[in-house]
């Protein structure tokens, strides 16, 4: 399948000089810039006037996240520089316009869409304080904002903010499957002859979800959450499903693993199994929904049938 990834170029620079000093991390391409510095340096950046527009900022040690959005973040990080409850924040990423300064509203979307993602890829604790909620915008405007959001994550990223990265994507996916040596092919009468077993438990616990018509088993291994192949998934998207989802379905729906089901044109039959990082990310893709039903545990349903 051809490659329809696009190439991109990520400039970082160093005004203070010092590989772990502020680092101002942007794409000519983009209008988001990434600010990132110990939180120690907090006064020195503010003084260059870097963070005197709107933006959201992402306080971490790598264990432990608070996001928050500002319309003067510099003024907002010195007030949680002396909050004892964020003294675990060693290093700060403000995502800011580049070029066009970012508004209330976008800066509102970026905290509830990254404080969402870091909930779903569980790396780190997520500390709130306000539950943050997503703002009212026209379709015009969420499109702006999904191509930001996918900016602001690869910028992130490349300024050592990893906490957002979901284990799910291709490239971390293992294409070539366990040996597990040949299967040997009894084609005596003796093996044509004994019961058959429907329903027989897999060796762990299963799950299914149902949503709008759509059925999908799953279950955990080695770490993910596996869509087994034959489940289904929603042809249809929901508006209020974040971009890095859309992408995802987008995604999947471009790998040619999904057939069409005679007689359902609202669904999808999954061909291969699909690894996710958390239950929750597979079920929004698998819904196109941004609260999808929840993963129920599937319960043994064994029956025998003679000979």
């Not at 990132?36 to 790598?62: D, I, R, W």
């Not at 191509?147 to 602001?152: C, E, F, N, P, S």
């Not at 597990?180 to 979800?209: N, R, W, Y």
Request: proline letters at 6%.
């Amino acid at each position: 399948m051809t490659n329809l990834l696009t190439a991109t170029t990520t400039i970082v620079h160093r005004p203070f000089g010092g590989l772990a000093s502020y680092r101002r991390v942007t794409d000519r391409a983009s209008r988001v810039a990434i600010h990132a510095f110990p939180m120690a340096e907090l006064a020195a950046v503010s003084a260059t006037g870097a963070l005197a527009t709107p933006g959201c900022y992402v306080m971490t040690n790598g264990r432990t996240v608070y996001i928050g959005e500002s319309r003067r973040p510099a003024r907002r990080l010195a007030e949680h520089a002396g909050d004892r409850d964020k003294a675990f924040a060693e290093l700060v990423f403000v995502v800011a316009g580049h070029g066009d300064a970012f508004d209330k509203i976008l800066a509102l979307d970026l905290q509830y869409r990254l404080t969402a993602l870091a909930v779903d890829a569980q790396k780190v604790a997520v500390l709130k304080g306000l539950n943050p909620s997503q703002p009212d915008m026209s379709d015009d405007d969420r499109a702006t904002h999904d191509r930001i959001v996918g900016d602001a994550l690869r910028l992130l990223f490349d300024a050592g903010c990893t906490i957002f990265r979901s284990t799910d994507s291709p490239e971390d996916i293992d294409p070539s499957p366990a040996s597990e040596g040949p299967i040997a092919i009894d084609k005596g009468e003796e093996a044509d002859s004994g019961p058959m077993a429907i329903g027989v438990p897999t060796g762990g616990q299963e799950f299914e979800l149902k949503y709008c018509g759509v059925w999908a088993r799953g279950f955990s291994a080695g770490g993910r959450f596996i869509v087994a192949a034959g489940s289904e998934v929603r042809a249809q998207t929901n508006g209020s499903v974040d971009g890095l989802t859309r992408r995802r379905r987008d995604e999947l729906f471009r790998a040619e693993v999904l057939e069409q089901i005679p007689g359902a044109p609202d669904r999808r039959r999954l061909t291969v199994a699909v690894a996710f990082a958390t239950p929750s990310i597979a079920a929004k893709t698998v819904c196109g929904a941004h609260s999808p039903a929840r993963w129920t545990p599937l319960a043994a349903r064994a029956v025998v049938l003679a000979a």
